[in-house]
Every structure is written in structure tokens, then in C-alpha cells.
């Protein structure tokens, strides 16, 4: 069916970052989904970690972008050219061009999704097939997707939180929120900059979050404080102030609020038997985000409903949308 030496890609292009499966190898390329630009000429400066280490410390004319924004392409050439970078990266000196599946949060539009497959075939593919993020993410998660039994997965990555049930290979109920890592780090800034006049970065918040960040205030740390450097905002240099685990706890609480309620909306819209079933097997929880502490526990105790971590959550959307690739042949068809 496929040229000799032609591999095919799955990739799991996320608002924080971005990873490529190669059938038969497995993941190969796990990098931040950023690119460095010159404001002035447009070229593109770094891709990925490089890239990112930029954040926040480029000099005036070049700039750091996330250019997936929300789960969704925020800049389709930056896209473009980010996809182009890491498959090139992914797959050295090969010939040939790949087919290449890539995932999708649930609930985008038609529009949305054809600028994902238009940049992938700008980025170098043959042609791109799209699956749905939490699909994808449950086949990761090792989830008996194909089975009359329902699962439920939550995929709490940077820009969305996607939560489905799934069952006999179809997604039967799902949400997808704009509410996921990236708003924590941003309450992690409003709260610093509110309480301490104090101007932090995107990193900086991202660092705060992964330390200290509970997803509940009761169980967050009592006495745990974290170094905080950022900018005076009064005096306009640089400071350092002691913050609270707890203070923290606090600050990202709505976000964790929000993402419940879209657990909760769609465990109401399931049928009686799916519901039986996730109560039998439990939640499973997969990206980034599910490695927020406490967030298992919490989202345990307001669903009455056991609470798991995916194996390797960072890795679960990859490698689902990778394994997928076996089906590519059924997708053509579509
Ligand atoms: P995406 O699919 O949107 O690219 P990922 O699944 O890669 O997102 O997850 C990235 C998000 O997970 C980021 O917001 C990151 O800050 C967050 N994250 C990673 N590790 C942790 C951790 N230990 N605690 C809390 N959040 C984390
Ligand atoms: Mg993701």
C-alpha cells in the first residue's frame, strides 16, 4: 500500500507540546510546541526546547510563539512550519513522504480541523487524517475502547481539558474546555501579581504549578513555601517573595472547579449502563495536567467515582493516535 521506506506519522500536536510516533518505532520527538521568530524578517529563529528556553527573554526582534492556542492552530504558518521542523527532525533522511495522523480536541469545527490537515500536507505529508484527542488518549491509556463497556477519559493538556466516555470505538458523550494548564498558570500569575506587586513569567508560573500546586486546598502542603522571582511592579526590579503552597492551592481553585463541572455535565448526559460501567472501572486520567497534585482524590470525591493516572499520561494522545495509524487504511476511505 505504502512506498518502500515510507513511514508513517502519528502526531500529537498540542497546545504545550508536540509528539511524533513513527509506526513501528514508537515516540520519537517529544518537544515544546513553541517557535522563535525575527519580527523582522519572519524567519524562524529556533523550534521546541530551543525555543522555548526563549520565552519571555527574547530581545526585541525576535519573538517566542505558541502558535496552537486553546487546542486549536492560533497561527497556521508558525504551525506550519513547526509541524515541517519536527517531522523533518522525526524522520531524518528518509524518502518519501509520510501519511500522517494527527488529533484533534473533541469538538472543533469543521474549519478548525481542515487547518490542521492543510498544515500538515504544507508540513510535508502525503496526505493527514485526523482522530479525536480524547479517542486517541484512551487507546493510550490502554482503555478497552472497542469493547461494549464504557470508559471514561479526561486528557487535561495545556490549552483544553477533553473529557468522553467511550465505547464500542466511538465517543458516546464529550466536553472539551478551554480550561486547562495554561489557565492555571495564569491565575499562578494574576494571584502573585495581585498579592505581592509582583510581574512573573509564563515559566515561572508553569514552575510554581508543577512544585507546589494542589488541586485542593485542604491537602496542599501546610508550611510549604516557594521562591518566587519576578518584577516589582511598583519599583519595577526584580524581587523575590515567599508564596504558599496553600495561597496557591487557592488561587488555581476555579480552574479545578470548572474542569469538574465538565466531568460531572458529562457523566449526566451518559445512559444508565455507561454510567454503571465507569463506576466499575473508574476515571482515567491522562496529559499534563493529571499530574497536578491531589487532582485524583478531588475529582474522586466530588464524583463518587474511582479516580486513576494513566501510565505515562504526557504520552497517552501519542501513542493512541501512533496505534491508530493501523487503521489509516479505514480512515482513507472516509
Ligand atoms: P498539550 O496536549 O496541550 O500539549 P500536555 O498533555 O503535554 O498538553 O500537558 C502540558 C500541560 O501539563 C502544561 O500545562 C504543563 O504545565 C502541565 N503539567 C506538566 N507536568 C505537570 C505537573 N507535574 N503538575 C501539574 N501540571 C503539569
Ligand atoms: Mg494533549
Known sequence: MFGLGTKNLGIDLGTANTLVYIDGKGIVLREPSVVAKNTKTGDVVAVGTEARDMIGRTPGSI???????DGVIA??????????????KALGRSNGK???????????????KRAVIDATRVAGARDAYVIEEPFAAAI????PVMDPTGSMVVDIGG??????????????????????????DEAVIYYIRQNFNLLVG?????????QVGSASVEKAAKGDNITVRGRDLISGLPKTVEVSAVDIAKAIQEVVAEIIVAIKETLEETSPEIAADVIDHGIVLTGGGALLKHLPEVIADETKVPVFIAQDPLDCVAIGTGESLKNIDVMKKR
Open 159 to 184: 490549552g483544553t481539558t477533553d473529557v468522553a466516555t467511550i465505547s464500542l470505538g466511538g465517543i458516546v458523550s464529550s466536553r472539551s474546555i478551554r480550561m486547562a494548564g495554561d489557565k492555571i
Open 75 to 88: 497561527d497556521y504558518d508558525t504551525t506550519a512550519a513547526m509541524m515541517k521542523y519536527f517531522m523533518e
Open 140 to 143: 493510550g491509556a490502554g482503555l
Open 202 to 210: 509564563e515559566r515561572t508560573a508553569e514552575d510554581v504549578k508543577v
Open 98 to 112: 509520510p501519511y500522517v495522523m494527527v488529533c484533534v480536541p473533541s469538538g472543533v469545527t469543521e474549519v478548525e
Open 63 to 69: 519573538v517566542a510563539i505558541r502558535p496552537m492556542k
